[in-house]
T-cell receptor, first 114, second 113 residues
Framework: DAGVIQSPRHEVTEMGQEVTLRCKPISGHDYLFWYRQTMMRGLELLIYFNNNVPIDDSGMPEDRFSAKMPNASFSTLKIQPSEPRDSAVYFC????????????FGPGTRLTVT | GESVGLHLPTLSVQEGDNSIINCAYSNSASDYFIWYKQESGKGPQFIIDIRSNMDKRQGQRVTVLLNKTVKHLSLQIAATQPGDSAVYFCAENGGDSSYKLIFGSGTRLLVRP
């Protein structure tokens, strides 16, 4: 299995631009999580999905952030408009329901907003 | 005001020695705990987990100890190697059925050759 796939790996954009981060979970996993990691706040859960349905988006910072999961093999996290304080590493993780509870993380997208 | 970054505690050990990384968790209702390793530029990688009905679990060169009385978790790494240098995170599940994990702030392990 290829593991969780994220793209792009690095994104540099100017303040005010729209940014879209992409994630492909591990095949067969029905839970998908989006995290943000910064030196200031560590690893924070933004939102998670079960069977493509958003379950908890209480960690989404504000209305500029949105996430979708149109099918079981693809999810996006969009920031519009982006701000310098959004600069962070964004991780996607997935897991299967039942049994083992570990989440499998992707390599992350390093976002820099100038 | 000036922002202060998250200060990661650092553990420095000699190659070949044993390492012990500690973690205090917050929710007494948590019944599942997990350790992740994060190398520079990579995503967190699963190391070992433990459920609250156990107090010890062993893997390959790693052991996790759970003390529910004081809400303390530790990760022991035997014969630490340079490849073990990374940031280590503990996480708990909060004891609800949400499937979320709550991550600690992490400990940086440095292995001296």
């Amino acid at each position: 299995d290829a593991g969780v796939i994220q793209s792009p790996r690095h994104e540099v954009t100017e303040m005010g631009q729209e940014v879209t981060l992409r994630c492909k979970p591990i095949s067969g996993h029905d839970y998908l999580f989006w995290y943000r990691q910064t030196m200031m706040r560590g690893l924070e859960l933004l939102i998670y999905f079960n069977n493509n349905v958003p379950i908890d988006d209480s960690g989404m910072p504000e209305d500029r952030f949105s996430a979708k999961m149109p099918n079981a093999s693809f999810s996006t996290l969009k920031i519009q408009p982006s701000e310098p304080r959004d600069s962070a590493v964004y991780f996607c993780a997935s897991r299967a329901s039942g049994g083992a509870e570990e989440q499998y993380f992707g390599p992350g997208t390093r976002l820099t907003v100038t | 005001g000036e922002s202060v970054g998250l200060h990661l505690p650092t553990l420095s050990v000699q190659e070949g020695d044993n390492s012990i990384i500690n973690c205090a968790y917050s929710n007494s209702a948590s019944d599942y705990f997990i350790w992740y390793k994060q190398e520079s530029g990579k995503g967190p990688q699963f190391i070992i987990d433990i459920r609250s009905n156990m107090d010890k679990r062993q893997g390959q060169r790693v052991t996790v100890l759970l003390n529910k009385t004081v809400k303390h978790l530790s990760l022991q790494i035997a014969a630490t190697q340079p490849g073990d240098s990374a940031v280590y995170f503990c996480a708990e599940n909060g004891g609800d059925s949400s499937y979320k994990l709550i991550f600690g702030s992490g400990t940086r392990l440095l292995v001296r050759p």
